[in-house]
């Protein structure tokens, strides 16, 4: 039995160096607006356990004043990456629900650092003190950092570098 001879397409080819999805448009947040949906959300959490610690009866146990620093090694080690790599993966969805959920996302996974402090006690269960606030939180500040975005269009850079 013999194998066929290929058929030849009347597609055109690309350049090697052009690329598909190079004319996207894509949505771009400075550096303003980055610190205003991670930096802000996350001292006002911060602030939050602050201020709840100080209430009597509440941090008897003493279980709120150590998530602080839990929450500032969740924002440094989870948080800037997190946010940084949800905004470059997500920057051709003009669509700023999308890049909430991803931030929200990002703020959900500040939770489980608090088992890196030890699994004893009630640290497990303040998964979602942590986690939850922290999702929301983020989600709201990049919905309010949404009008320090940009869309750029490539077609459009080119025409004003001509």
């Not at 058929?7 to 090697?16: F, G, H, I, L, V």
């Not at 941090?59 to 839990?70: F, K, R």
């Not at 996974?109 to 497990?124: K, N, T």
């Amino acid at each position: 039995m013999t194998t066929p001879a290929p058929e030849r397409t009347t597609r055109r080819r690309r350049p090697a160096g052009e690329r598909p999805h190079s004319a996207r448009p894509q949505l771009k947040l400075g550096l303003t607006g980055w610190t205003v949906s991670w930096l802000v959300p996350t001292a006002l959490m911060g602030a939050v356990l602050l201020a709840l610690s100080f209430f009597p009866g509440l941090d008897g146990e003493g279980y709120l004043t150590p998530l602080i620093p839990l929450l500032g090694a969740a924002a440094v080690v989870v948080g800037i990456p997190g946010t940084l790599l949800v905004s470059w993966l997500l920057r051709h969805h003009l669509n700023p629900v999308v890049h909430m959920l991803g931030y929200v996302l990002v703020g959900l996974l500040y939770g489980p650092v608090v088992l890196f402090a030890g699994a004893s006690g009630l640290m497990p269960m303040l998964i979602p003190i942590i986690g939850f606030p922290a999702g929301i939180l983020l989600g709201i500040g990049r919905w309010i950092a949404q009008p320090l975005a940009t869309v750029t269009h490539p077609e459009q850079q080119v025409e004003q570098n001509s």
